[in-house]
């Protein structure tokens, strides 16, 4: 029987080696800004049901993805080539993570965003943590994904799209940027067939805090940066 560590006010997560066999690190506490960056610094990240308590996570296996392993599918490449799409970042944070958050994931029965989830991290937008990538067909959004980064390490939160390909338009746009930008690693959390075949990986728990520490080590690049 695992003995789950119960948060309260205090800013405190305990190791992240002290995992259920899910990735489950604590139970409870709040979605402040203060926890959840501390979170994020850990390699800790929430994901609940609304209605119910929150939960802290760092799986082991974690799902990653180096940036300049990147995987670009034969039939992806005219799609990028075309312009098919237009992409943007930051243009429009909000519209971004309320797709995501009607947008059912997979393996999931309902979503899993919830309205204060949705505030927080739009919170976290403004603070110039937390970045979203829109995919755009005719002046309409039609995929995209968000997001926090820290240090060089990338946090991939959620994606969704509309039309096909779009989110996978997306992902590419933003991971070429990432390589530009030096980043070492883009978090994926959990595995997914779609990141899989965009050349996604599985590592154990210590290396991913391992790496991730290292990560820590760069200067975080706030705000607008990714349309630099």
């Not at 501390?38 to 993805?65: K, Q």
């Amino acid at each position: 029987m695992h003995h789950y560590y119960y948060l309260d006010e205090e800013l405190y997560f305990p190791p992240v080696n002290t995992a259920d066999k899910q990735g489950i690190v604590a139970i409870g506490g709040d979605l402040s800004i203060k926890r959840l960056l501390m979170a994020y610094h850990l390699g800790i990240f929430p994901w609940f049901s609304e209605g119910e308590p929150i939960l802290w996570w760092s799986p082991n296996p974690r799902f990653v993805l180096y940036p300049e392993k990147i995987k670009i599918s034969k039939s992806m490449r005219p799609i990028l080539k075309n312009n098919r799409f237009k992409i943007t970042f930051d243009k429009d944070f909000r519209a971004v993570i309320g797709h995501c958050k009607n947008t059912f994931r997979e393996g999931q029965d309902g979503t899993w965003i919830s309205d204060e989830m949705l505030e927080r991290y739009c919170e976290l937008h403004q603070l110039g943590f937390a970045h979203s990538v829109e995919v755009w067909q005719d002046d309409v959004i039609v995929g995209g994904l968000y997001g926090l980064a820290l240090g060089n390490c990338f946090f991939g939160e959620s994606m969704f799209a509309h039309v096909s390909n779009a989110s996978k338009a997306g992902f590419i746009t933003l991971v070429k940027k990432l390589v530009e930008k030096k980043f070492q690693l883009i978090d994926c959390q959990t595995y997914t067939k779609h990141l899989e075949s965009l050349g996604a990986e599985h590592i154990t728990r210590n290396q991913f805090v391992k790496q991730l520490e290292e990560c820590l080590e760069k200067p975080t690049l706030q705000g607008d940066f990714l349309n630099d």
